[in-house]
């Protein structure tokens, strides 16, 4: 006799450096309020104590080595094997994502896994609301060459790695690009007055920006310079950008479902020249000119398309489908 599936949800992703994407779906779940267990690979269960640090919401959330269904739905990155009412299979195609059905879900990612709560989104759309923007474009990260100047982001998408990208912008004169060497420092030249008109690129190598603090200090910049990650073009930082009104500059607006557009909810560049002109253009703009519109664009786009709001209504949507059982979700790269 088959058991009733019960209201838990199972989270089951086995392939190779998964652990953030399980977390980014269990923090999804527990700000649906929905109880869950998040299951790991044996090693990974025995060491669990030291997950901590991923911000998983044990109110919500179990770990577990085995399942224990049958569930109401199971998230995994292998086909159903019959423990669950729903399953949603999660693939890690979004750069080559063929969407199937509108209703499939196309999320790269969401949040950093630290952020990714109902709280950090409002606080997000409440300072998005922010006229005073005293940076004129921001990048923070890191750009150590051994791990960031990677020939796949060359020659499997065709674009410029975050080394490469780094190299381009330190050869701009310093009216145009600074790099400070402290956080006392930026704060300096904030109060100052002194950084609208140019990009700060913060590498974290000489300091971090607190995860506490990263959202208001997004919220200070008109637009934001996107980089390519280490295996694949997308970031956690353009949703949280464009969440709180920073306008994406990228190289792979295309790679979007729907593609971002050019000029109207980010900026566009292609290879190292176009890029310091479009630095250069945006640096030379009265902060009023096309920022507001494209603030304004980019906010709308991440709330339809990117947003925690806009899966978890995806998800409640198809918990709630009598005749759907199946659900794809494409997500960056593993």
Known sequence: MTRAASERAAIDLRAGRNLRRAVMISNTLSAMSLPHDLVL?????????????????????RLRWLRSGPYRIVF?????????????????????????????????????????????????????????????????G??????????????????????????????????HVWIPDNRDALEASLSAGELRTKLVWIDT?????????????LAKTRYFLCTPGVHYPFCHNLNE????????????????????????DCIQFSGAQDLLVKIRETSAQNPEDHWQERS???RHYH????????????????????????????????
């Open 241 to 264: 950008a464009m969440a709180c009104g920073a306008v994406p500059v990228l190289e792979y607006p295309y790679l979007y479902h729907p593609p971002l557009t050019d000029g109207l």
């Open 41 to 61: 690979p044996f090693t990974k269960f025995v060491r669990r104590e030291a997950l901590g640090r991923l911000a998983i919401d044990r109110r919500f959330c």
């Open 303 to 334: 709330e339809l398309h990117l947003s925690l709001g806009c899966l978890i209504g995806k998800l409640k949507a198809f918990l709630a489908d009598h005749t759907r059982n199946k659900l794809l979700w494409h997500m960056a790269g593993k």
């Open 76 to 140: 995994s990155d292998r086909e159903a094997d019959g423990d669950e009412a729903k399953h949603v299979l999660v693939r890690y195609d979004a750069e080559k994502a063929q969407l199937g059905k509108e209703s499939d879900l196309f999320l790269p990612l969401l949040f950093h896994p630290n952020l990714l709560t109902g709280d950090h989104y409002r606080e997000a759309e409440n300072l998005a609301k922010s006229k005073s923007r005293p940076i004129g474009m921001l990048f923070a």
């Open 296 to 298: 304004e664009a980019a």
């Open 205 to 217: 190598r000489r300091f971090r920006i607190d995860r506490s603090e990263w959202l208001s200090v």
């Open 142 to 175: 890191n750009c150590d060459r051994e791990t960031y100047d990677k020939a796949r982001i060359r020659h499997e998408f065709g674009l410029m790695n975050r080394f490469d990208i780094y190299q381009a912008v330190t050869d701009l004169p310093d009216k």
